[in-house]
């Protein structure tokens, strides 16, 4: 009777010692997949967690979509983080010249200036220059798409980077587009002599000549608009430059080489609406009231808008 018994309480004691390896068992395996669960979702949320680093990184791949979109997140809940709204700003900037769509540039340039004008509150002295350069720059490209005017505050932004000591290539040109935008003739001519010293190209000589006109002096004019026709390779700008100089030869009454430039124009590109107005102008001068208005006729066929003609052609 007592093997009996010993063996039945050795049975019971080896059953309750598999149970209680089971449950500790099962104890070590749910805190060990807790475990590593925890760390799953803690390396996830390290790995998608938005950070002035991660934006960063973006940035230094020139993917400004990322760093607008990372930027977007972040500063819902720290909406003036100084580098944050730098970046973000800068991103939105690129993201604005590179649109075909005008709506979404202006979309994206006022977010630009908006962040970047925040940005500059409390932005380091060494910073500042760069955060007005740009801002410049943002309020330049949205003086081409509107029909208001920001040449002014671009020349505002873009004149004290240049005094606070930021240097880079193309202020002087951005400052004598907006010059001319604001018809600042002067100021613009020497903004754009200015920017020849950096970098000399057909667009600015064309610009330059394009004030000096402006300005009645037209001696000038034609001196940078012969150094184009005898030296570019554009053609475009070639023949932006004859329909400029043929306009100076009417204007001196120099009405054959005017006719030449015309011509010389209309072999290029017979739809030129500019050209057909000129010769119209020419014979206008030459009392043939009949040939006059027959090219600005053409002149209106080309280009129904075209101020000129429509002006001419209603008297």
Not at 47 to 67: E, G, L, R
Not at 207 to 234: C, D, H, P, W
Request: charged share 20%.
């Amino acid at each position: 009777m007592k093997n009996k018994s010993e063996q039945k309480n050795f049975a019971k004691k080896k059953n309750h010692f598999f149970r209680n390896l089971l449950i500790v068992s099962g104890i070590l395996l749910f805190v060990a997949g807790t475990v590593t669960l925890g760390i799953f979702l803690v390396r996830n949320y390290n790995k998608n967690k938005i950070t002035i680093k991660t934006i960063k990184q973006a940035w230094v791949q020139n993917d400004y979509k990322d760093v607008y979109e990372q930027g977007k997140i972040f500063l819902q809940s720290k909406p003036y983080n100084n580098t944050v709204l730098t970046y973000y700003g800068y991103a939105c900037f690129y993201l604005a010249v590179s649109q075909i769509d005008t709506y979404q540039t202006q979309e994206y340039l006022d977010e630009c200036i908006n962040n970047l004008r925040l940005a500059m509150y409390e932005s380091s002295k060494s910073l500042l220059p760069q955060l007005q350069y740009m801002l410049g720059k943002a309020y330049f490209y949205k003086n081409t798409i509107t029909t208001y005017y920001y040449a002014d505050l671009a020349i505002k932004y873009l004149t004290l980077a240049k005094e606070n000591g930021y240097q880079a290539d193309d202020i002087a040109e951005y400052l004598g587009l907006s010059y001319a935008s604001l018809g600042q003739t002067y100021e613009s001519i020497s903004a754009f002599t200015e920017a020849l010293l950096v970098r000399e190209s057909d667009f600015l000589l064309l610009s330059i000549a394009e004030q000096y006109y402006k300005a009645n002096e037209t001696g000038a004019a034609q001196q940078y608009l012969f150094r184009i026709i005898n030296n570019s390779s554009n053609d475009e700008i070639i023949l932006k430059s004859r329909l400029l100089l043929g306009n100076i030869y009417i204007d001196l009454n120099d009405l054959v080489n005017a006719k030449e430039q015309f011509d010389l124009v209309l072999e290029k590109n017979d739809n030129s609406a500019d050209a057909h107005y000129g010769l119209g102008l020419i014979f206008e001068k030459q009392e043939n009231l009949v040939s006059a208005r027959a090219e600005w006729r053409k002149a209106r066929k080309i280009q129904p808008n075209h101020a000129g003609a429509v002006k001419k052609l209603s008297e």
